[in-house]
């Protein structure tokens, strides 16, 4: 095609190259725009330029590569109406907010220094959509915690005086534009104001409305950073309730995200009192009636009833230590007091653990009844004049006899767990470390029966066939593997699970943690004080 037949346009003012910028098809529109650069600030009919299109459908090579070209192909504002129309470049913004394109959302305000802080005054709609997308991706501004070996072996340096490296908290491109927008927002607004666009609805200057429930938003999605920043400004907003009658550490609580929770610890105790007591409009529930309350994402992240059950808790635990005396048996609309809605709310977890225990342990009885049985009916039998098995002097019978002798122990040993497990009355409090640790060491010592099981069964194939046929055993024994394999790809992570629930219960609420106010920020209020 020639240069000027790029420039025709389809039914709705699209031309080729707008079309292939939409659509993330980048060596295409390289080739076309190679051809003619005019094509790069070509229009749509609905006035849409190609880079924002292309943030707008989220094809993130295609945006940053047009955006890289934009101070080059050509220069001349009034030429360029990406370059010399402020509203443009404030759509890509936004459309880059949302897709979660931080780094050239960033790029853009600050190659604009002179109209960034005009767009948030020209567009004031902004504040409340560019929070609002903010808020709601919570992985954007995720510190790099440290992971679970990592934890454990920090703990052993601690032990030996040794030094840790403190995890990291570097700033990102999404904090960097929240923190821009909130000293923005802060310094053009009043705090009733501010209120009216963080939890309702704000009617804006030029008449058009905005409804917004931002911070309630972060809260329900475990943006911790995100309300650090807010409260840091505003500690007020900690007290503020949605229309339900709730505030952020109540819907923090309702969802089980335990890093907002933790900031309540950074509160003072008076503040902390009175969140503490706020109960909803429609049910009357205070904070500790609803972590009383079964979490439905809880259930779903959390495997087994056991664990479940353990965290469940372990929460209701924590936050009846921070609420005050006189509300921890202050009753509900129906009457209930925190303690009796959580147990309400999770008897079925009890009884759904007693079953899955009662599964395990039909599963180890038969393991018992067939190591034991296989330890009279050895392969090959035994001399009949002498009494002791005719292979004893065979390796491949030593590794029956010892393979055999484990699955028996340790399948024994799994039973009497389960076994204790069920007639010992374990009630809600057992289910914090006493039954997970009976269970992880139930199920393990179920695990090494199994295996143990299988290289008896193969074992005893290469004592029968050790003179000819060889293949047969070894075929056998590779086909044993299967049910191991299966049985460690279904069970092992639930090991994992058990083992990180009991040593992360520990750290699960860690009120030394400073994330609301760092050792920094604290250290300037108190020389901002004297």
């Known amino acids: 095609m020639t240069p000027k037949e790029l420039l025709i346009t389809n039914w709705k003012g699209c031309t080729a190259f707008w079309i292939a910028c939409s659509l993330g098809k980048l060596q295409m529109a390289k080739i076309m725009l190679n051809k003619n650069h005019i094509l790069l600030h070509k229009l749509s009919s609905g006035g849409s330029p190609p ?27 009034s030429f360029n109406p990406w370059i010399r129309d402020p509203f443009r470049k404030h759509m890509t913004v936004m459309s880059c907010v949302a897709r979660g394109f931080y780094d050239v959302a960033l790029r853009i305000l600050n190659d604009n220094p002179d109209q960034k802080s005009s767009w948030l005054s020209e567009f004031p709609s902004s504040y409340s959509q560019l929070l609002t997308s903010l808020a709601k ?44 927008i909130w000293k923005h927002v802060t310094e053009k607004m009043k705090f009733d104001t501010l209120m009216e666009m963080l939890n309702g609805t704000i009617t804006m200057a030029e008449g058009t409305s905005i ?5 309630f938003i972060a809260a329900e999605r475990g943006n911790t950073r995100f309300i ?126 007693l079953e899955w225990v009662k599964d395990c342990m039909v599963v180890a009885t038969l393991i018992v009844t067939v190591a034991f049985a296989v330890a009279f009916t050895v392969p090959g039998g035994y001399d009949q004049d002498h009494g002791p098995p005719i292979f004893t002097h065979k390796r491949a019978f030593l590794v029956f006899v010892i393979a055999d002798a484990i699955s028996l122990f340790s399948s024994s040993t799994s039973l009497l767990v389960f076994l204790t497990i069920l007639t010992s009355g374990h009630g809600e409090g057992d289910f914090m470390y006493s039954l997970p640790t009976k269970l992880m060491i139930g199920i393990l010592s179920l695990f090494i029966s199994v295996v143990a099981m299988m290289v008896t069964f193969s074992a005893s194939f290469f004592v029968l066939y050790h003179k000819g046929l060889k293949w047969v055993p070894i075929l056998i024994a590779v086909l044993s593997t299967v049910p191991v394999i ?26 030394k943690k400073h994330v609301l106010y760092p050792k920094k920020a604290r250290l300037h209020a108190k020389k901002k004080s004297t």
């Open 228 to 353: 650090a920043e807010l409260l840091r400004t505003y500690p007020r907003l900690m007290t503020e309730t949605n229309e339900d009658g709730l505030t952020i550490f109540h819907v923090a609580v309702m969802n089980r995200h335990r890093g907002v929770y933790n900031l309540l610890h950074e509160v003072a105790g008076s503040t902390k009192d009175r969140i503490c007591e706020i109960a909803d409009d429609s049910e009357g529930n205070n904070l500790l009636h609803l972590v009383g309350k079964t979490s439905k994402k809880m259930a779903s992240k959390t495997k087994g009833a056991s664990l479940l059950m353990q965290r469940e808790l372990l929460w209701f635990q924590e936050v009846y230590n921070i609420t005050p005396p006189y509300a921890r048996e202050k009753k509900n609309n129906a009457g209930q007091t925190p303690y009796e809605l959580f147990s309400e709310q999770n008897k079925d977890l009890v009884s759904k653990g």
């Open 51 to 77: 880079i924002n299109t292309a943030a707008k459908n989220g094809e993130y090579s295609t945006l940053k590569w047009l955006y890289d070209l934009m101070p080059i192909i050509p220069h001349d504002p």
């Open 486 to 511: 299966v049985f460690a790809a279904l069970q092992f992570p639930l090991l994992v699970d058990m083992f990180r629930s009991m040593y992360d219960s520990h750290y699960l609420f860690n009120p």
């Open 137 to 180: 991706n919570p992985d954007a501004f995720n510190i790099k915690e440290k992971n679970l070996i990592t934890r454990f072996t920090d703990q052993i340096r601690r032990i030996f005086g040794m030094k840790v490296q403190p995890a990291t908290e570097e700033d990102n491109d999404a904090l960097k534009i929240l923190q821009f």
């Open 211 to 215: 409804s917004s429930r931002v911070l």
